[in-house]
């Protein structure tokens, strides 16, 4: 890949991480019903992907999809939360 190319994405992805540890965004995005550490795995997923490592991509993804599966799912019977 192109270096400024390549820079840029990870710029893109610095500023999206750092937006996702931001209290007042992560406020939002709680109230909104989303979680920021699902988006924060969700970015190192895409920044694994674009630098080549698509196995540890896939885990991070798998990991994400797993977690937003089962809250969507809502809560269990019987079970504690």
Do not use: C, W
């Given at each position: 890949m192109e270096p400024r190319i390549a820079q840029e994405l990870s710029d893109a992805l610095d500023a999206l991480e750092a937006l996702f540890k931001n209290p007042e965004a992560?406020?939002?995005?709680?109230?909104?019903?989303?979680?920021?550490?699902?988006?924060?795995?969700?970015?190192?997923?895409?920044?694994?992907?674009?630098?080549?490592?698509?196995?540890?991509?896939?885990?991070?993804?798998?990991?994400?999809?797993?977690?937003?599966?089962?809250r969507a799912a809502g809560p269990v019977l019987g079970s504690v939360s």
């Amino acid at each position: 890949m192109e270096p400024r190319i390549a820079q840029e994405l990870s710029d893109a992805l610095d500023a999206l991480e750092a937006l996702f540890k931001n209290p007042e965004a992560t406020a939002a995005m709680t109230e909104a019903g989303l979680n920021a550490s699902l988006a924060l795995v969700a970015t190192h997923g895409l920044r694994a992907y674009l630098l080549g490592s698509k196995l540890a991509a896939a885990e991070d993804f798998e990991t994400v999809a797993e977690e937003i599966r089962m809250r969507a799912a809502g809560p269990v019977l019987g079970s504690v939360s």
